[in-house]
């Protein structure tokens, strides 16, 4: 299925039923007074997360959503049936604002979670309701109200704990294919990957990650070179950034002058995207002699200025210290010790998150996660 991430569509409520304006009568029953029902509520339309929708593509497709109108009152007592509602599944991590206002309308992040896009109008009120000891057959009675109706925005952004960035051809898929069950294409040629693919990395039967392989960036992408610039957003989820650098690149390039690009590229996107937590992840050391591999890690650590001190893991896991690590996703070298250090990180921010939850007097003192990996 072709991958989609925005799409834009108009949903309309039902417009509720009118109020009936209606008065018994039966044989025998002299001024039977007004027995005019109510309309029936129009139908609402509704979003719901679901884990099993992945891609917008319906919405590409189908662009309107109607609910149906409420049924009108009848004589008897008889109220209006009410419509039924409409439910559009989206996929868990879609972001719906309103095109008109640019309100954020709702974020589904968790499934099952259910928001109401537009409300059904109210049913109108029968002439029952006028009746009073001056007025003895009222024959007022109300229109149904309408329905609400709005253009929405749909833009899903992928759930990940960890998200891999880099230029092409850095390795993304194969590090991802080395760690998970995903099967994104791998080839020998820049942009094979057309759009973000997601891996679970198992790391036994109770623990487990999400990584987010988006497709590769290219210096300009904040301003729409390449096509990493339209995957960006897939990152800004993420609670740890994986930057993959390939150090024996087929040409001439400078992986230290790529490096700093995607960096600056981040910068130029979303401030708060480049203060996330990055770690850098040396890749296809396995095409370089021992002596050669040294040689090109120090170049680049020279080139770049970044700095990584050893982690201080004494007395429990280092959140604060940025970490380097040098790995071959082909053949699988280091990957363990990667996904190993990255669960242990997540899973101490996920300590710390809970920690920050309870209230004030059990909570010990915590430092604030503001590790990041900078370019000077």
């Given at each position: 299925m072709k991958f989609i991430d925005e799409a834009k569509i108009d949903v309309a409520a039902g417009r509720g039923g009118n109020g009936a304006t209606s008065f018994r009568r039966e044989k025998f029953v002299p001024r039977g007074g007004p027995d005019g029902g109510d309309g029936g509520r129009g139908g609402s339309v509704f979003a719901v997360a679901d884990e099993n929708v992945n891609t917008l593509v319906e919405y590409r497709f189908v662009k309107r959503y109607q609910a149906k109108n409420g049924e009108k009152g009848h004589g008897s007592d008889r109220y209006g049936a009410g419509a039924d509602d409409i439910e559009?599944?989206?996929?868990?991590?879609?972001?719906i604002r309103d095109a008109d206002t640019d309100e954020i309308v709702a974020d589904l992040v968790a499934?099952?979670?259910?928001?109401c896009l537009a409300r059904g109008g109210k049913g109108g009120l029968g002439n029952i309701h006028f009746k009073s000891s001056v007025n003895r057959a009222?024959?007022?009675?109300?229109?149904?109200?309408?329905?609400?109706?709005?253009t929405l925005i749909l833009e899903l952004k992928v759930l990940a704990d960890v998200g891999l960035l880099g230029m092409p051809n850095a390795g993304k898929s194969t590090l991802i294919r080395a760690v998970s069950a995903a099967r994104p294409k791998v080839a020998d040629y820049p942009f094979t990957t057309l759009h973000p693919n997601l891996g679970v990395v198992r790391m036994d039967e109770n623990n487990s990650f999400v990584m987010a392989d988006i497709p590769g960036l290219i210096e300009g992408a904040a301003?729409?070179?390449?096509?990493?610039?339209r995957f960006l957003k897939h990152l800004s989820r993420t609670g740890l950034l994986l930057h993959v650098v390939d150090l024996a690149p087929f040409d001439d390039t400078d992986p230290a002058a790529e490096a700093l690009?995607?960096?600056?590229?981040?910068?130029?996107?979303?401030?708060e995207l480049h203060d996330k937590p990055r770690w850098l992840v040396l890749n296809k050391l396995d095409m370089l002699d021992d002596e050669e591999a040294h040689r090109?890690?120090?170049?680049?650590?020279?080139?770049?200025?970044?700095?990584f001190p050893e982690p201080d893991d004494r007395f429990g896991f280092d959140m604060t210290t940025p970490r380097l690590f040098k790995i071959s996703?082909?053949?699988?070298?280091?990957?363990?010790?990667?996904?190993?250090?990255?669960?242990?990180?997540?899973n101490e921010k996920r300590k710390l998150l809970q920690a920050q939850t309870l209230p004030e007097s059990n909570t010990a003192s915590v430092q604030t996660d503001t590790s990041v990996l900078k370019a000077e």
């Open positions: 559009l599944k989206m996929p868990v991590g879609t972001l499934h099952g979670q259910r928001v009222p024959k007022q009675s109300t229109p149904g109200e309408e329905g609400e109706a709005r301003e729409g070179a390449g096509l990493g610039h690009a995607i960096v600056e590229e981040l910068r130029k996107y979303d401030e090109r890690i120090t170049d680049f650590l020279d080139k770049t200025g970044w700095n996703a082909l053949s699988h070298e280091g990957t363990q010790h990667l996904v190993q250090t990255v669960n242990q990180y997540l």
